[in-house]
């Protein structure tokens, strides 16, 4: 399975008899499956994925994959998705290809030639589309304003999956300067590129160009990439080594978070024992940007859930997936405010967060953290 599945063609139940889906990233379609026992995940950083097959860890027999039709030269694009799937391409014993029109032609680790292809049909679909501007709330966009705010001009951006993300693009319009070196663009990039405030000049990792291991959004942003030489997808070997990451001065990673509780514990994948999505590259992100020269590791959630529950917690969820220790987290943002954990112990972290929790919870993770740790300040 690709990283983020996006349609029921595996996990469709009246198939459990015929395939049984290792998942290394669970999309909605994923988790039903992944609950009942149909199919299951395998817990890896984004960026060491490809050694699963580059190592025979996963044995290959077929990959399928979805490209643009091939150039004069005969050359096909792995289009919008790069990441794990070029590594896949390296090690599959037969290729099966789907030539779509609808796939953009994109730069960079894409290529891969038609004569390398065991089997192909041509078969033209629209690509799945993802809006994040349809789901954004007033809380997103504070904590969007808030980010901003932490990020220098000249600085280099890693921006994950998300509102929060897309809601951070927004309040960059006044910003000189910026790169992007990162493992997922969006449709929020496209107006800053096209404003000259993302010139791609300052970073170290591929100067003047916008680096990602795979796109995601909408037509506009499918079209924008097309065919253009100042975007490059690369494997997400490359895309997601720390070694890479801190190269970048002032490198700024941007990651949200299901919840952190007061020591600095940081859930992203599981809701307790339920899983939810996966690591993803967010450790890698950070410790590049904790490394590089004035860098930025930023996680952003939302104070508390639509059904009013605390995400900044006493203690995680019984079950839950510690995604990035607590060693790992720097800023926190919510609407609330920012914190820097760096450097702080344990009372000063859970005064920190207290203060930038929600109002309604705050006394309750007071009482809470009292009990805990005997005193803050």
């Known amino acids: 399975m690709g990283i983020l599945p996006l349609d029921n063609t595996f996990t469709d139940p009246k198939f459990k008899d015929s395939f049984f889906v290792n998942s290394l990233f669970a999309s909605a379609y994923v988790r039903p499956a992944i609950a009942n026992g149909t199919a299951s995940y395998i817990p890896t950083f984004l960026g060491e994925m490809p050694r699963l097959f580059d ?52 730069h960079g680790d894409t290529f891969l030639h038609i004569n390398d292809i065991h089997a192909y049909v041509e078969h033209d679909e629209p690509l799945i589309e993802v809006d994040y501007s349809q789901e954004v709330t007033d809380v ?38 910026l790169s ?22 300052y970073k170290k990792f591929h100067p003047g160009k916008t680096t990602s291991t795979f796109i995601m959004g909408t037509r506009k942003l499918y079209d ?34 299901i919840e952190i509780d007061l020591t600095g514990q940081v859930c ?41 529950i605390s995400r900044i917690v006493n203690t995680l969820k019984e079950g839950a997936g510690v995604t990035t220790t607590r060693a790992h987290v720097h800023y926190v943002v919510t609407e609330y405010g920012v914190t820097n954990l760096f450097g702080k112990n344990y009372q000063q972290r859970a005064k920190a967060l207290i203060d930038i929790a929600h109002p309604n919870h705050r006394e309750t993770l007071e009482r809470a953290a009292y009990q805990r740790f005997k005193n803050l300040y």
Request: proline share 5%; charged share 20%; net charge neutral.
């Open 224 to 257: 924008f990439v097309d065919d253009n030489p100042n975007i490059c997808l690369l494997d997400v070997a490359i895309t997601n080594d720390p070694a890479q990451i801190r190269q970048n001065t002032k490198m700024c990673s941007i990651n949200a978070a």
């Open 55 to 106: 190592q025979n860890i996963l044995s290959l027999d077929a990959v399928l994959v979805q490209v643009s039709p091939p150039d004069r030269h005969g050359y096909c694009s792995l289009g919008v998705s790069v990441e794990v799937t070029k590594s896949a391409v390296r090690n599959a014993k037969t290729i099966i290809a789907q030539i779509n029109r609808h796939m953009p032609r994109v």
């Open 268 to 308: 992203s994948e599981s809701l307790g024992t339920m899983h939810y999505s996966g690591v993803g590259g967010q450790v890698d992100f950070l410790r590049g940007a904790a490394l590089s020269h004035e860098g930025k590791p930023i996680l952003a959630l939302p104070s508390q859930t639509t059904k009013g």
């Open 180 to 201: 992007i070196a990162s493992e997922m663009i969006s449709d929020g990039v496209v107006p800053l590129i096209q404003k000259g405030v993302i010139t791609n000049r």
């Open 140 to 177: 997103e966009r504070q904590i969007g304003r808030r980010v901003a705010e932490l990020i220098d001009d000249r600085s280099t951006l890693q921006m994950g999956v998300g509102t929060v993300p897309d809601c951070v693009l927004k309040c960059l319009e006044n910003h000189k300067d």
